[in-house]
């Protein structure tokens, strides 16, 4: 059958659909005149009565606490899976369970609820096998040559303290001292690479809702405006963007920590005690955990946390805030003739360890270890180069959520247009981008 011709009001063959399509044209820009007029109008007359942001730097622990919540459940999807699994597992409601992990500030409580909520996770399940969630699929990994000591613990022949104990000063990180010296009782001394493995999927999660909460931040300062001054330690936004890229650095030297101390655990077992290293490498579901956290951990590092930088970068600068990366991995943030660092030591000795790990006998450890699990990661932004930066909203913007509200069109979305965060696209979010454009409000970043 012959397609069906279109005929285009050009040819000249229907005159009336080209008036119609006329018509139709100035009916929306009329449409776009009158609703800018409107928003702009509601947007002076609501200025002054703005409300607050519901969160500031004086927040009670239980304002922390609800916030933390809200930001886990409504960015990341992780949080929306292992949040109520952990609540539940320990009886107790999703903000008890992040209360009991409350450390002063958003970012620290953020930080330590995706911690234990995954310590939660591989722990509390039936049975003695550790659990873990590698690239979705739900992995027991299963302990072989585990006994329990005088005191109850669970233990291997070899614990990570008799590995790692020439390890020299320089790569004696600060985590050294808590988790794999002599007298410690945690897993990650008394299980060997077993209990390295718990420690290695805790930090990759806790990455991974850093990296999901950038969102979050951007917001918040594109939302609410950043000040640097004498006493900006209660200024809100900036207080949040230092505690971020801290809990970021902290993060990812955990991961190179934790991958440093396994590869040596299991270079001196291969080395000194080959029969307990033939065990642990028989064992496939640690060795494929091991190198889901590992390479999406690499993954993370290298292409999310970059481009989320860029992201927080663009935003801080859109709000008058110059940012300066020195050498030393340290960030300078400077306005108004005030400045504020955030140490990079955590980065520099991120660094020291990953060269450490690259040299020949740890790198042929590691290769060893990843044998047959190569393609075994998870990351959206694997490995890519820097996202561009994030668009500031105009007046499109606004335009399309009041068209979405009255049912014209659906070009606006909760997950792209929430301007404000509070979880609802309604006349708010329009105005705020109304605000933001005539200079009343910081500018509002569109989620991507």
Known sequence: MKAKEVISPKDGLCPSFGRILTTTKITQRLTSLFLTFALITAAI??????????????????????????????HSEDGRYFLPIAAVDWGMSESEFIEFYYAHTFMTTAQYTAHYYYHSYHGNNPGFPSRHLV???????????????????????????????????????????????PHE????????????????????????????????????????????????WNNPSATLITSYASTAFGSILALYEFTFWTLEYMAF????????????????????????????????????????????????RSAGISVTFEADNSIWLESGGFSRGIGGDALTEASRLSDHIATERLSAMLSEMLDGYGDIFECNDCCAEPSTPPQIADISHALAILRHIIGLENNAHVSTHDFNGDGVLDINDALLVLRSIIGLAPPQVLRL
């Open 45 to 74: 007359t609501t200025a002054a009565s703005a409300s607050a942001p519901t969160y500031t730097a004086t927040a009670t622990q239980r304002e922390t606490v609800e916030e933390v919540r809200r930001a886990i459940l409504h």
């Open 269 to 316: 077992l291969k080395a000194n005690h080959p029969d307990e290293f033939a065990e642990f490498m028989s064992n496939d579901n640690l060795r494929k955990t091991f190198a889901y956290f590992y390479l999406s951990g690499q993954c993370l590092i290298y292409g999310t946390m970059p481009a989320k930088e860029a992201q927080l970068t663009a935003v801080l």
């Open 185 to 232: 009782t945690v897993s990650a001394n008394l299980l060997g690479a077993y209990g390295l493995m718990h420690e290695l999927g805790a930090y990759y999660y806790d990455l991974r809702l850093t990296a999901d909460l950038a969102d979050y931040v951007a917001q918040f300062i594109a939302r609410n405006g950043i000040v640097l001054s004498v006493d900006d």
């Open 135 to 181: 690239a979705g699929e739900v992995l027991y990994v299963d302990y072989h040559g585990v006994t329990a000591n005088s005191e109850g613990y669970g233990v291997v022949r070899i614990p990570t303290s008799q590995a790692v104990a020439s390890v020299p000063d320089n790569l004696r990180t600060f985590r050294f001292g808590s988790y794999v010296s």
